[in-house]
């Protein structure tokens, strides 16, 4: 999961943020490095404990990619989250998981773990699917 964060982050940086996010390019050398060996710090630590559930950013790196500023739809994309909710959380203005969310979850059919919710790939880690939707982990 972070790996791909990772990746993608070099990819936009790379292509010059065209229709992306455009504080990746805003950065400085500096600021970037430091944001991407804080990143590479996170894998390797989630690498080693290999923790149950999906790890949050960083805090240092959400707050530098401007995660809580509103440009939700490519934040959403860069942390790989399903098209159907980037939209529902984007359009409604929701900035948490609520009942909302939950009963727009409970009509989804849902697949098995590590499969896409929508049309592009999204991986979860081995997690009951009522973890991966905010309802306890088994």
Known sequence: MLERIYERILRIREDG?????KVVCRMDDFQFNQL???LQMQ???TSRYNPPVRPA??????????V???DDENIGR?????????QSFSENTRYAID?????????????PV???????????PAVSDAGRHGRGIS
């Open 17 to 21: 943020c065209r229709d992306c996010l």
């Open 36 to 38: 991407m060996s804080r």
């Open 43 to 45: 894998i390797e630590i």
């Open 57 to 66: 950013l960083d805090p240092m790196i959400s707050t530098e990619l401007g």
């Open 68 to 70: 809580y500023r509103g």
């Open 78 to 86: 860069l942390l790989g989250y399903p098209e159907c909710c980037i």
């Open 99 to 111: 009942e909302d969310h939950l009963a727009e979850v409970d009509k989804l059919e849902v697949p």
């Open 114 to 124: 590590n499969a896409p919710l929508c049309s592009h790939q999204v991986s979860y």
